[in-house]
Nanobody
Framework: QVHLVESGGGLVQAGGSLKLSCAASGRTSNSYTIGWFLQAPGKEREFVAR????????NYADSVKGRFTISRDNAKNTVYLQMNSLKPEDTAVYYC???????????????WGQGTQVTVSS
């Protein structure tokens, strides 16, 4: 069982930055791949980024490559998503999720946080 809590969302102007945090707790929580997903109104939940349990491998959606950086600090059981050069189309609820192995598919993640709202104004 893994419990995840996101934080760090807020309102930012286009071109600005935010850093999201995903705090994990539970048995062997740091052995999971952690993914970030977003869900905009009227749209499906979409993959943003993921990171392996060691932090040695990462993957990003094409839409955020070069702008977002995922990292993790296993000593703190926390995964971060640094978001730079934000665009209005980045506006969404951002969720972190834990799963076994690397995947970009939301269906392969078993544990989810409650989400944090990111709003980017134009």
């Amino acid at each position: 069982q893994v419990h995840l809590v996101e934080s760090g969302g807020g309102l930012v102007q286009a071109g600005g930055s935010l850093k999201l945090s995903c705090a994990a707790s539970g048995r062997t929580s740091n052995s999971y791949t952690i993914g970030w997903f977003l869900q905009a109104p009227g749209k499906e939940r979409e993959f943003v980024a993921r990171i392996s349990y060691t932090g040695g491998r990462t993957n990003y959606a094409d839409s955020v490559k070069g702008r977002f950086t995922i990292s993790r600090d296993n000593a703190k059981n926390t995964v971060y998503l640094q978001m730079n050069s934000l665009k209005p189309e980045d506006t969404a609820v951002y969720y972190c999720a834990a799963g076994r192995g690397g995947s970009d598919n939301r269906g392969e993640y078993n544990y989810w946080g409650q989400g944090t709202q990111v709003t980017v104004s134009s």
